[in-house]
């Protein structure tokens, strides 16, 4: 359980007392502001896994050199996420990125040509891939929009939510690839 199971079985919890109490405006504005709040703390997350596999990887591939590591942190790694990843069609919630090939290619041609192979010959993690470009890409639309009056009715609670679940595939893909 991460912390985004965390706060979605807070938002279930409200909902479910909102509606045995006869609350159903109530419940569908909290309908509204928890799916938002399920992208940003999804997204967050996946920053900070991302984040740390990066890390893991330097100390590695560095020897756990102390001046390399603290250089990638400051330089590369730090403030860096969002350029990471092609995430999509700016402030067009149906239009998320295709893929994570730029992200790959940040290690080379070579290692992008393989996880690319990869995850076309695996339609599970191909899926995985896409709903985790898909969170990215709707964190900076409700980040770069008017967060409070954007609109996320293309998605419910319940769809956001399992965009993270099904990302978490892709997050493991990647840690097992760079260990």
């Not at 001046?67 to 403030?79: C, E, L, Q, W």
């Not at 070579?110 to 695996?122: G, T, Y």
């Not at 996320?152 to 990647?174: A, G, P, Q, R």
């Amino acid at each position: 359980m991460d912390v985004v199971d965390s706060v979605n079985e807070e938002y279930l919890s409200i909902v479910n007392f909102l509606d045995t109490s006869m609350q159903p405006s109530l419940s569908s504005d909290t309908n509204k502001y928890f799916k938002k709040i399920i992208v940003l703390s999804s997204a967050s997350y996946f920053e900070d896994q991302i984040q740390n596999i990066l890390i893991n990887f330097i100390a590695k591939e560095s020897g756990g050199n102390e001046k390399v590591i603290s250089f990638f942190k400051k330089k590369a790694i730090g403030m860096q996420y969002h350029t990471y990843f092609n995430w999509g069609e700016k402030n067009n919630a149906e239009k998320p990125g295709k893929n994570a090939n730029s992200f790959f290619s940040l290690f080379g041609d070579e290692f992008k040509k393989i996880m690319e192979s990869e995850i076309n010959k695996n339609d599970t993690l191909k899926d995985s891939m896409k709903c985790f470009i898909e969170i990215g890409h709707l964190r900076n639309i409700l980040i770069h929009s008017n967060f409070a009056a954007y609109n996320l009715d293309n998605k419910t609670t319940e769809e956001v939510y399992n965009l993270h679940k099904k990302s978490l595939v892709f997050i493991e893909f990647i840690r097992n690839k760079l260990q």
